[in-house]
């Protein structure tokens, strides 16, 4: 649903065939919409009319082909993705630039947080438990880094990304600083001792 900031007046309503998941991201004249099932609307955001439609769940199990984290606008592009699927998505066609396995054997336990796209780097999180925070080119796709472990445990809030450093919080209420270009850890600091990884 579109509306008017101004005087709250409908703008437009685009039904969807699906649940939605995660907010909408606006590309200059594009908004990018996910659905549950794993596809990417692009829809125009003056009309709400389909532009194109990006399947990120094609041939996978429903658990996996989920999608419940939020689009992320970088530029004219929206990078999105489930576990198995994440794609940097052309906005004006909807074609890919690239795409990745993010957490290859993946089948449960989607994170609800969307990518961080700052200084060249793309970086996720796919998976509650598999697969760790990881960082892609932001042109080509290549990854940089992963990093593994209790750091990267029921991560749902999106990295952070700002001058050379990204921030990650999971569910250990850590609040972890990585160095961008490499994942090594600068600094870490837990704010409820009563924390736990589900928690």
Do not use: C, M
């Amino acid at each position: 649903v579109a509306l008017d900031l101004a005087t709250g007046a409908l703008r437009w309503r685009a039904p969807a065939p699906h649940p939605l998941r995660g907010g909408p991201a606006v590309a200059g004249d594009l908004v990018a919409a996910g659905l549950l099932g794993g596809a990417l609307l692009g829809l125009d955001a003056a009309t709400g009319e389909r532009r194109w439609q990006y399947e990120l769940g094609a041939d996978l199990p429903p658990e996996p082909a989920s999608l419940f984290a939020p689009a992320t606008a970088d530029g004219a592009d929206i990078l999105a993705g489930n576990q198995r699927h994440f794609a940097a998505i052309d906005g004006r066609t909807g074609g890919p630039r690239w795409t990745v396995d993010p957490v290859p054997g993946g089948k449960w336990g989607q994170s609800l947080s969307a990518a961080a796209a700052g200084e060249g780097v793309v970086v996720g999180v796919f998976h509650r438990e598999l697969g760790g925070v990881v960082a892609w080119d932001r042109v080509t796709g290549e990854q940089l880094w992963r990093l593994f472990g209790p750091p990267a445990t029921a991560i749902n809030a999106a990295p952070v990304i700002a001058d050379g450093t990204v921030y990650i919080v999971n569910g250990l209420t850590e609040v972890i600083a990585l160095e961008l270009a490499t994942g090594t850890p600068r600094w870490q600091v837990k704010l409820d001792p009563q924390g736990f990884d589900w928690g």
